[in-house]
């Protein structure tokens, strides 16, 4: 199995621009999640789904950032306009079912916001 | 407000010496424990977890501990090896999982 796959691996761009990240999870799981790292916040989550819906979104910063998930094989994390702060780590990771199983994480989207 | 806690951003430990990171929290909801290793350039992976009606969990070098009255846990690295050097996320989960910040964990020749 690939794993997560996440991508591009490195975005720059420039304040006001839309940034979409994409990723596809391991096939079979019925889980996604979106998670952003910064130094100041550590590794939170923004939002996650279930067999393709969103659940809790209650992470997302606001609403500039969108996420959705047409199929089990792929999501995208939206983020319209782009600020300097959103510079950060994103990563996507995946699941099958979510009580006390392991999360399997991409190796993350490095964004940067000019 | 923080529900899970990593208070050392840092530690430094030598070769063959034990590794103990630790992790407060403070949501008494939290069923489930895990410890996340993260290398730089590639995402967390899982290292080890464990319930809330456990006080322990071993798994070769690595063991994880948990006092529920202290809301702490723990987890210790024996003997460590330079490979152990990376970021440690203590994670805790009620109907989703948080992460702490992380601790960065530096194994010395």
């Known amino acids: 199995d690939a794993g997560v796959i996440q991508s591009p691996r490195h975005e720059v761009t420039e304040m006001g621009q839309e940034v979409t990240l994409r990723c596809k999870p391991i096939?079979?799981?019925?889980?996604l999640f979106w998670y952003r790292q910064t130094m100041m916040r550590g590794l939170e989550l923004l939002i996650y789904?279930?067999?393709?819906?969103?659940?809790?979104d209650s992470g997302m910063p606001e609403d500039r950032f969108s996420a959705k998930m047409p199929n089990a094989s792929f999501s995208t994390l939206k983020i319209q306009p782009s600020e300097p702060r959103d510079s950060a780590v994103y990563f996507c990771a995946s699941s099958l079912g979510l009580a006390r199983n392991e999360q399997f994480f991409g190796p993350g989207t490095r964004l940067t916001v000019l | 407000d923080q529900q899970v806690k990593q208070n050392s951003p840092s530690l430094s430990v030598q070769e063959g010496r034990i590794s103990i990171l630790n992790c407060d929290y403070t949501?008494?909801?939290?069923?489930?424990f895990l410890w996340y290793k993260k290398y730089p350039a590639e995402g967390p992976t899982f290292l080890i977890s464990i319930s809330s009606i456990k006080d322990k969990n071993e798994d070769g070098r690595f063991t994880v501990f948990l006092n529920k009255s202290a809301k702490h846990l723990s987890l210790h690295i024996v003997p460590s090896q330079p490979g152990d050097s990376a970021v440690y996320f203590c994670a805790a989960r009620d109907d989703k999982i948080i992460f702490g910040k992380g601790t960065r964990l530096h194994i010395l020749p």
């Open positions: 789904f279930n067999n393709n819906v969103p659940i809790d």
């Open positions: 949501n008494s909801m939290f069923d489930y």
């Open positions: 096939s079979g799981h019925d889980y």
